[in-house]
Each structure stands twice: as structure tokens, then as C-alpha cells.
């Protein structure tokens, strides 16, 4: 089935541990995203990339760092996790052939002790 | 600053009756406005779009309202159904931007 992939689907994290979260898709589209989602505040921009090798920082940068290799793989990296960073993460991607849509993995829930 | 503002942050309706969700936004350069769904344990999903050429859009049960000179839009759900319980997110792009700017999110609970 065509889509996003993330994983883990979840995960216990000690703080200061290095994490890395993975996201794949298949649909060939050239822009991705990251986003934390956290209850009251919505759904915050991490980091962004508009197509393979260039990336972007978003709202809520601090801590985080992306890669864009390819065009299918975006993964998320925690460098030395913090508590404030439990969150659940979300990856997504668009074209400019979707007016904008953007499609969604199911998320990573991801708890800093 | 926000700048998509969403209210309520939760709903709860009685099955049948209308829920209503608003959003108010400041940047005039927004051109795309749309609405996601989101179903516990679930990525969002896109519901319905707008553009600011038109006042309303229907899909179903789901209408978009648009005014653009009060830049604010809303989404009205008629005839509520308990399948309808879930967090619901407007968000606003601009024009060549890839990046949409979400509202905070409305918890909506249907009662059977």
C-alpha cells in the first residue's frame, strides 16, 4: 500500500540517549516534513525539506536534525533526547502535484524518561 | 504569534446536531485553506479544501465557509455522528510555499 512509513510505532527513551526516527515513503514526492504533536498545541513544524539534499528548519528546530539523502527516506534524529522532547512525531509529504495535501504516516510516540 | 487561530479547542454535540469549528488567520498571502481529520492513534488526514475564490464548499455532511475580507473560515459538520469524534485541524498555506501553518486542533466528541 502506498504511503508513509514511520517507526518505530514507539518507543521508551532514556535522556541523553541518541534516537533516530524513520520515515520512508513510496509516492515519489519530493517534499517532506516532521512534526511534533502535543496536546493544547497542535501540530508544530520540526524540520522540512522541499526536495532531496536540501532541508529546512521549522518552528520547534532546538534538538532535532533531518537528512534528505534520497527522495524516499527522511529520517528524524534526536542527538541527546531530553524530557521535553516526549512527544508523538509525525512525518508527512506532498507534491506540487497535490494542491497542497499533505499525506501523514501514523506516528511515532516517543517518551524521554 | 499564531498565526491560524482554531476554536473551540473542544466540541462536544449531541448525535444529529451541527458541530462548528473556526479558524481566523492574518496573513493575506494565504491561498489554500484546508482541513484535517484526525482519528485516535492516527496521522491526520485531509477532510475537505478551500480556495478564496469561493465562499462555501460542500462534501457531504462537511462544509468549508469562507470570508475573506474577515479572514476567517469554518467547518461545519451537519447531522453529527458519533463516527465523527475526532480531532479536527484548519491550517492556511500561502502561495508557492509547501508549508502549511496549522490552527491548534478541536477535540470533537459526538454523543450517541
Known amino acids: 500500500i502506498a504511503g508513509i512509513t514511520q517507526a518505530p510505532t514507539s518507543q521508551i527513551l532514556a535522556a541523553g540517549r541518541r534516537m533516530t526516527l524513520r520515515c520512508t515513503q513510496d509516492?515519489?514526492?519530493?517534499?517532506m516534513y516532521w512534526y511534533r504533536q502535543d496536546l493544547g498545541l497542535g501540530l508544530r513544524l520540526i524540520h522540512y525539506?522541499?526536495?532531496?539534499?536540501?532541508?529546512g528548519k521549522g518552528e520547534v528546530p532546538d534538538g532535532y536534525s533531518v537528512s534528505r539523502a534520497n527522495t524516499d527516506d527522511f529520517p528524524l534524529t534526536l542527538a541527546s533526547a531530553v524530557p521535553s522532547q516526549t512527544s508523538v512525531y509525525f512525518c508527512?509529504?506532498?507534491?506540487?502535484?497535490?494542491?497542497?495535501?499533505?499525506?501523514f504516516g501514523e506516528g511515532s510516540r516517543l517518551t524521554v524518561l | 504569534q499564531q498565526q491560524v487561530k482554531q476554536s473551540p479547542q473542544s466540541l462536544i454535540v449531541q448525535k444529529g446536531g451541527i458541530s462548528i469549528i473556526n479558524c481566523a488567520y492574518e496573513?493575506?498571502?494565504?491561498?489554500?485553506f484546508p482541513w484535517y481529520q484526525q482519528f485516535p492513534g492516527k496521522g491526520p488526514a485531509l477532510l475537505i479544501a478551500?480556495?478564496?475564490?469561493?465562499s462555501e464548499k460542500k462534501e457531504g455532511r462537511f462544509t468549508i465557509s469562507f470570508n475573506k475580507s474577515a479572514k476567517q473560515f469554518s467547518l461545519h459538520i451537519m447531522d453529527s455522528q458519533p463516527g465523527d469524534s475526532a480531532t479536527y485541524f484548519c491550517?492556511?498555506?500561502?502561495?508557492?510555499?509547501?508549508?502549511?501553518?496549522f490552527g491548534r486542533g478541536t477535540s470533537l466528541i459526538v454523543h450517541p
Open positions: 525539506s522541499n526536495t532531496a539534499g536540501t532541508t
Open positions: 478551500i480556495r478564496p475564490d469561493v
Open positions: 496573513n493575506t498571502a494565504f491561498d489554500y
Open positions: 509516492m515519489r514526492h519530493n517534499a
Open positions: 508527512a509529504s506532498t507534491s506540487e502535484m497535490n494542491t497542497g495535501e499533505l499525506f
Open positions: 491550517a492556511a498555506r500561502a502561495g508557492g510555499s509547501y508549508i502549511p501553518t
